[in-house]
C-alpha cells in the first residue's frame, strides 16, 4: 500500500515536501518514482531513486526537486523548491513498473 502526504496549497517559489510511505512490503527492494499528473495530462514520472540511492529527474524539475528514500521507515520522499505554477499536480508514488496498487495521492497547488 502506498499513502502520499504533504502536499498544499502554496505561492510561487515555495516548498513542500511530499512523504509517501510504503507498507505490506519492504521498500529497500525498489526502485522508486515520483509521478505527477498535471490537470488535463497523463501521469508522468518526475523523480526515480534506485535501490542503490541514484536519482534522476525529469528536466521540468532537475535542480528544485530532490527525491531520497529513508527505507529504515520504508518512506520516500519528494523535496521541492522554487515552486512554480505549472508543478500544480497530483503526486504519486510507485515503482518504475507501478507493481503497487495507486495510492490516492497528494494534492499540490502552486499559486501565482
Known amino acids: 500500500q502506498l499513502e502520499e502526504s504533504g502536499g498544499d496549497l502554496v505561492q510561487t517559489g515555495a516548498s513542500l515536501r511530499l512523504s509517501c510511505v510504503v507498507t505490506?512490503?519492504?521498500?529497500?527492494?525498489?526502485?522508486m518514482h515520483w509521478y505527477r499528473r498535471q490537470p488535463g495530462k497523463r501521469r508522468e514520472s518526475v523523480a526515480a531513486?534506485?535501490?542503490?540511492?541514484?536519482?534522476q529527474y525529469s528536466d521540468s524539475v532537475l535542480g528544485r526537486f530532490l527525491i531520497s528514500r529513508d527505507n529504515s521507515e520504508n518512506t520516500l520522499y519528494l523535496q521541492m523548491n522554487s515552486l512554480k505554477s505549472e508543478d500544480t499536480a497530483v503526486y504519486y508514488c510507485?515503482?518504475?513498473?507501478?507493481?503497487?496498487?495507486w495510492g490516492k495521492g497528494t494534492q499540490v497547488t502552486v499559486s501565482s
Open positions: 505490506g512490503v519492504s521498500m529497500v527492494y525498489y526502485d
Open positions: 531513486i534506485q535501490r542503490d540511492g541514484t536519482t
Open positions: 510507485n515503482t518504475p513498473l507501478a507493481v503497487f496498487p
